[in-house]
């Protein structure tokens, strides 16, 4: 799918949003949604998404709505920091196919990174144990600040 385009309600973060598809739930308040990755690029992976949004790409999201995205990203930085102290967090997020996109509902990745561990590839891995997970959310929910 390119930049240009429609959004689409099926779309599988939107289905999430509505309670149509399971997710594992880190944080949620009335502008943002974060949940891990099920195809996890590191022990981690969490995604932050927009809930009242029908942008597909940063280049089409409304500037109040991605204010509260990006702060809902650093939160969540912050708290994949201090639950699972990691040497580095990558934040990643791609506009369109050519550029890696997959989701066309507009979120970011936050990937928490270790010294000589190398980094999966993006939207390729294995689906992760939902019991890690699990337990995953719960320790980076615990530091939210
Ligand atoms: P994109 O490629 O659009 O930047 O990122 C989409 C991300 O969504 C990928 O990292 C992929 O692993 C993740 N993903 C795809 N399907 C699902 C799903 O059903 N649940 C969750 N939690 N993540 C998903």
Known sequence: MSLDGTYEHDNI???ILRGEMPAVRVYEDDHVFAFMDVFPQA???V???PKHSSARNILEEEPEKLSHLILGVQRMAKAVR???NPDGVVVTQFNGAPAGQTVYHLHFHIIPRWEGVPMGRHASGGMADMDELKALAQQISAKIA
Do not use: D, N, P, S
């Open 13 to 15: 973060f939107a289905k």
């Open 47 to 49: 995604l932050v998404i």
């Open 43 to 45: 022990k981690g992976h």
């Open 82 to 84: 201090a639950a699972l």
